[in-house]
């Protein structure tokens, strides 16, 4: 953490309030002193708003916090040059969420630090013991005692909140019969959408012109030949190989684009190294994630930040964006000549009122790409790139809490 500490410039913090990003701002201030520690909140609903956790870590640990606020005009604003940054649609709000922060801490500091690494490197994610379960005696599924499982009225509650009640019933319908039943398949479905074969939102002469293509194999490869026979490894292995790099190269563009060095102490080669080392039994004693950084969290952090399990990495209220005051102008651009012209959707499914705001959105950003990168359409970019104005002159001034 000393090494990651070290700049001539301001050194700060991104802080969502969970564990990996408190304890790395805890750690901070060990080494460099007083720092400035950066969130961002929205005022949806509780749901949304986890600053009153940001907030205890840092008058716990005496950082200056810094708090946004975007509204949903700020992510129509943004998106546009947002998409230009990140030359890819934005497959998920969290690249709108990385670039309001890291924009709010670049008026402060020139160096942030951050918690990315900790859920692929510790043993997090809900999905890698998912998948391990009933693989080995330590994952014996029948054992877990009942507070550890999750119903399935539960596992449907989170689904539909995620797409939608018509975005569920839709995918559920195009999926095909037969389903595996391998540990493969468990990981596959945990993290991938449909083929686009199966996909509904996709225009029939596109299908037709991508064939049998799935990217699937491509996907679960790395998982495949993980060096190790150990099914909860390998899926830690799998995201620090192939879900890791996209998910650094989103905040690495996010920040670059304006002028912040974004550094991630628990990524260190020592940590991975040592990690990599340990069985499951002692990476996540109990089947508890993230044990280990629990244990060394508690000289540093208080009580209720290291026990926290309902941790979500900077929740964006889309459902309620999309949904609400974005609605009619999300809708006039799916069905507006040029989108309809494209030939990437289906007509019937760009004018369906029961449209899941998850299937909004992406449909969106492809559309906004396509605005950026294909169009050239100024009305997206702020500026035309090498026209000696920073792209992101002229938008307005995010809120600040």
Known sequence: MRIHCRSDAAVGCHLSGGLDSSLVSSLAVRHRGNIDAFSIRFGESSFYDETEYACAVAKAIGAKHHVIAPESQDLMALLGPLTWHQDFPLPSAGGFSYFAVSRLAADRVKVVL????????????????????????????????AAEKMTAFQRFARLVRRQGLPGVVRRFLKRPGNHSDSIESRWIALHCGVVPSQNPLLHSALVRKIGDYSPVNDYLQPWVEAPTDQIFDRCLY??????????????????????????????DYRIIEYMATLLPEDKVPHRVPKAIMREAAEEYLPPNIISRNDKTPFPVPLREWVAGPLAGEIRALLMSEASMDRGIFDPRVLSDPLLSPGEMLAMLNVEVWFR????????????????????????????VW
């Open 372 to 399: 950026v990168f294909i169009d050239r359409d100024p009305n997206w970019l702020p500026a035309a790139p090498g026209a000696g104005r920073a792209p992101f002159a002229g938008l307005p001034s995010l809120p």
């Open 114 to 145: 951050t918690g990315h690494g900790g859920d692929e490197v510790f043993g997090g994610y809900p999905a890698q013991f998912q998948t391990a379960f009933g693989t080995t005696e330590m994952f014996n599924l029948s054992k877990f005692p």
């Open 238 to 267: 799998h995201d620090l190989v192939v879900y890791l790099p996209h998910l650094l190269m989103k905040e690495d563009r996010a920040s670059m684009a304006v002028s912040l060095e974004s550094r991630v102490p628990l990524l």
